[in-house]
C-alpha cells in the first residue's frame, strides 16, 4: 500500500503547519517553512505516494533511496517520487523545508510526470543536488510567495495562483537536474570501467521492476543478454556484493515496507513478493533479519 498526504491525519498536519509556519492546502499540497528532523522521522523503509521537494537549510542527514546511500548537506535538494522506498539512517541537527504534492495535484497543472519524475529513478541518476547560492534564494523567495496566496480572501484566483507558482519550482528543480545530469555524465569513466557501471545500472534498473516476481539470477541474466556467471563476476566485483545479495536486500525492503506501512497479512504479502507459502517467506525473512515479520511488525 502506498501512503499519500493522508498517511498522516487531517489534525497532524495542521499541527504541523501551525508549529513550522506551513501550508496544508486541499488535501494536495503540504509545505513546511523549517522543519527540524527528529528521531523517529522515516527510521522505518517507506513508499508513499507523493512528490517530494527537500532543501537542507542547516546541518545534515544520510538517506537511503532503493538500496542507494546519499548524504544531503546545508544547501543541498533532494526530490522523492513514489517509485522509491525511503530511510533517513541518520541525522546531524538537520533542518529542512520540505514541499510534498499529491499525484492529482500535479496532472491538474499540467506537469509532465514521466518526463520530468521517471529519469530520476534510473540509477544512474542520483536524486541529490548541490543548489548554487542564487537557485536557494529563488526557491526561498518562491516558497513565501506561496505563503503569501495561501493567506489571500477564499473569493480570489488562490488555486490557480498556486498552481502557477508550484509550477515554476518544479520546473526550477528540473532545470538543476538536467544540469547535474550532464555533468555526472562527463565525469563517467570511459573504456571498461564505464560499461560496468552501465551493465550494473541496468541490473539495478531490473531489479527495481522485478523484484516482486523475481528472484532467480538467471531471470536478470537473461533480460541483459549474458550469462549468470558472467552477470555474477561483473556485479561483484562492481559492487562489492553478489546478485543474490542485492535480490535479498531488495526483497527485504519491499517486505519491511508493506509490513510497516500496509494492513496486508503476512499471507497477502508473501503472495504478492512471489514466496511459495507464508512459511517460507516466514523463515526467509528471519534469516534475513534475525526476527520474524509479526515481531518486525510489532516493533
Not at 490557480?160 to 538536467?178: K, N
Not at 557501471?197 to 516476481?213: G, K
Amino acid at each position: 500500500m502506498l501512503h499519500t498526504l493522508d498517511h498522516f491525519s487531517e489534525k497532524e498536519l495542521l499541527e504541523f503547519t501551525t508549529q513550522f509556519k506551513g501550508i496544508f492546502f486541499n488535501n494536495q499540497l503540504f509545505i513546511t517553512e523549517e522543519l527540524e528532523l527528529i528521531d523517529g522521522f522515516f527510521i522505518y523503509p517507506v513508499r508513499m505516494d507523493i512528490y517530494m521537494l527537500m532543501i537542507c537549510i542547516q546541518g545534515s542527514f544520510q538517506v537511503s533511496v532503493n538500496l542507494r546511500d546519499f548524504t544531503v548537506k546545508e544547501g543541498m535538494a533532494m526530490v522523492y517520487a513514489p517509485d522509491y522506498i525511503l530511510q533517513i539512517r541518520q541525522h546531524h541537527n538537520a533542518v529542512i523545508k520540505a514541499v510534498a504534492i499529491t499525484g492529482s495535484f500535479l496532472n491538474e497543472i499540467r506537469v509532465d510526470l514521466n518526463k520530468i519524475f521517471t529519469p530520476l529513478i534510473n540509477c544512474n541518476e542520483k536524486p541529490t543536488w548541490q543548489l548554487t547560492e542564487n537557485e536557494l534564494k529563488i526557491i526561498d523567495n518562491y516558497l513565501r510567495l506561496i505563503h503569501s496566496v495561501f493567506i489571500l480572501p477564499e473569493e480570489t484566483y488562490k488555486k490557480e495562483m498556486i498552481r502557477g507558482l508550484i509550477s515554476s519550482v518544479i520546473y526550477l528543480f528540473a532545470d538543476v537536474w538536467q544540469r547535474e545530469s550532464k555533468t555526472a555524465k562527463n565525469k563517467e569513466a570511459p573504456g571498461a570501467g564505464g560499461r560496468t557501471a552501465r551493465h550494473f545500472a541496468r541490473f539495478m534498473e531490473l531489479l527495481h521492476q522485478y523484484h516482486c516476481t523475481e528472484h532467480n539470477v538467471g531471470f536478470y541474466a537473461d533480460q541483459m543478454c549474458v550469462t549468470p556467471k558472467y552477470l555474477s563476476s561483473l556485479i561483484k566485483n562492481h559492487s562489492g556484493k553478489s546478485v543474490v545479495g542485492w535480490i535479498d536486500e531488495y526483497l527485504v525492503l519491499e517486505a519491511k515496507n508493506l509490513l510497516k506501512f500496509s494492513d496486508k497479512s503476512i499471507k497477502e504479502i508473501s503472495n504478492e513478493l512471489s514466496f511459495s507459502d507464508p512459511s517460507f517467506f516466514c523463515k526467509y525473512f528471519k534469516k534475513q533479519t534475525g526476527m520474524t515479520p509479526t515481531e518486525y511488525k510489532k516493533m
